[in-house]
């Protein structure tokens, strides 16, 4: 079955700290990528994707993410997080081959100290 | 513009009991996904329609699971019999374009008592 891994549960830095979230996916031919991010008490909403292209890509408030396809990975990355990115990351896979839904990471929930 | 909605945003109900869910997506999305995230963990896709049919329900969990979208808009699940276990954030999301970038709603927390 088809799957994605986040390792960090739980990732705790203080302001200016830099940030790695690891995504891991089962391999499962063509994928496109996402990263999601829900704030506190907010919906989920959409960081940043990948559908084909230059493998680093970029989204909003200063995230960037990278696809490297031999590793299966796509780890969202930022380089100075703030408090106002307390919040919880989810990575979401969309297996072409196998429809349109979104196989979700369980997520990691990062608390930045000011 | 409006994004997607989803009432109510709190449901406790009763073991045993029936429950709707309504999601209201974004205006002319043809697509439209129901997603299930229990505590501590990531949505788990539930079913999927294109228009007013259900492309994909391979994630429903058993036959007390149903989802209908009459109208091609907005769309209802359907849980009879209700058990603990339902208890989750029930998501619904909507998409269409050719990338079928998915937009959540906030969610309906339902709790079986």
């Known amino acids: 079955a088809q799957s994605v891994s986040q390792h960090n549960h739980h990732v705790i830095l203080s302001e200016a700290a830099s940030l790695e979230l690891g995504c891991n996916y089962s391999?499962?031919?063509?994928?496109?990528l996402f990263w999601y991010v829900q704030y506190p008490g907010q919906h989920l909403q959409l960081l940043l994707k990948y559908f084909s292209g230059d493998p680093l890509v970029k989204g909003i408030k200063g995230f960037e993410a990278e696809f490297i396809k031999s590793k299966f990975s796509f780890n969202l990355r930022k380089p100075s997080v703030q408090w106002s990115d307390t919040a919880e990351y989810f990575c979401?896979?969309?297996?072409?081959?196998?429809?349109?839904?979104?196989?979700f990471g369980g997520g990691t929930r990062l608390m930045v100290k000011p | 513009g409006a994004g997607v909605s989803q009432t109510p945003s709190n449901k406790v109900t009763e073991k045993g009991k029936y429950v709707e869910l309504r999601c209201d997506p974004i205006?002319?999305?043809?697509?439209l996904y129901w997603y299930r995230q229990s505590l501590g963990q990531g949505p788990e896709f539930l079913i999927y329609?294109?228009?007013?049919?259900?492309?994909?329900d391979s994630g429903l969990p058993n036959d007390r699971f149903f989802a209908v979208r009459p109208e091609g808009s907005v769309s209802t699940l359907k849980i009879q019999r209700t058990e603990r276990g339902d208890s989750a954030v029930y998501l619904c999301a909507s998409a269409s374009g050719l990338y079928n970038e998915q937009f959540f709603g906030p969610g309906t927390r339902l709790t079986v008592l």
């Open positions: 391999y499962g031919g063509t994928v496109n």
């Open positions: 979401a896979v969309r297996y072409n081959n196998a429809g349109n839904m979104l196989t």
């Open positions: 205006s002319g999305h043809t697509a």
């Open positions: 329609f294109q228009g007013t049919g259900a492309a994909d």
